[in-house]
């Protein structure tokens, strides 16, 4: 069995590992690192593991985890997962981060759009954007893997074929964007309370979301040129799910069924990839508690543009699910081991 280790296994995205890797058939959890938490069991402080998972929450220390891990999932606050990686890499870990520390190329960019100097940028060069559905080859090679961020990852599968095969003016993409309150994470500010949230639907940081240069950078490499996109996301009152609604002027006279042809071929071998086909559009509750992802497609003949809809859940697909579908890569596993069951849908 693989040994795993989680830094910050109590936020969202890391108690959503917990409850992954309970169900995956080659990997224990040996560790459970927390900081607020030390010496509590895991299932003191979430009551849903009690039977399953019963361990204590340990403080971290970076001398003993590489003896005791296999591989190491860091689900920390930006800034604070590349203080702790080093030690660990250097000591042979195979590390995924789930924060946006080790998903970007170029420290300046980072460090434009988070506002602080990037602790590690000597480690940029060996970290992998780990979206396996672009970068599968270079994941199976590496040993640090920056998993990408919830909105990206459904923005990115969304435009990825289109982009691809310049199908669409890369100038003219808007990405209208949904996401629940679990994205925010379970350290509570006001904004993020209950009655401020429920029934409630706004836009935030319209024009300045950290996820645009994360999106820029990969449809950048896909285009083979500069792109540029209108990013524009909103928080709804529901737990769990993204839908981003994707806009974009399509260069040539294609008809859906040569879009879904080109989607269908792009996405043919994928696992967690689906396509729909028969006019019907992807919901959040399709996907909810699993790592799929689902694209809509729409071509409007009057605006000439692709109007394209991508759902995931935030926790799985946009961020603990992809983790674990690239530690199989990694480890070369099968990559669906862990992720097989469906989602919820009620
Ligand atoms: N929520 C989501 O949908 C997504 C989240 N992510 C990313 O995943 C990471 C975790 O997010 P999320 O789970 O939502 O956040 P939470 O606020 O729910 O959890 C944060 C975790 O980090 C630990 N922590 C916080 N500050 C420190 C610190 N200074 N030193 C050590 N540990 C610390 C906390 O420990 P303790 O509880 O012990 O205090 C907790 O376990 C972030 O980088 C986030 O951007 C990525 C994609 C989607
Ligand atoms: C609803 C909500 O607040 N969502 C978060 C995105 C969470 C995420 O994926 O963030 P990282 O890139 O930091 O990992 C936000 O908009 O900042």
Redesign the pocket.
Known sequence: MIRVGIIGATGYAGIELVRLLCGHPDATITQIISQSFVGKKISDVYPHLKGILDIECRELNTDELPAQCDVVFTSLP?GTSSEVIPPLYSAGCTIID???DFRFHDAAVYEQWYKMPHPAPQLLPDAIYGLPELHRTDIAKARLVGNP????TATLLGLAPAVKVGAIDTNSIIVDAK???S???RASSLEYSFCECDEDMKA??VAQ???TP?IEQELSILAQNDVVISFT?H?IPMKRGILATIYATLKNDLSLEGLLNIYGNFYKDEPFVHIYENGTLPSTKAVAGSNHCHIGLTVDQRTHRIIITSAID?LVK??AGQAVQNMNIMLNLSETAGLALPGYYI
Request: glycine share 20%; with cysteine.
């Open positions: 930006q789930l924060s946006a961020g919830c909105y990206p996401s629940g309150v994205g925010a994470g935030y940081k979301h950290r996820h994360e996301p928080l935030n946009g961020a």
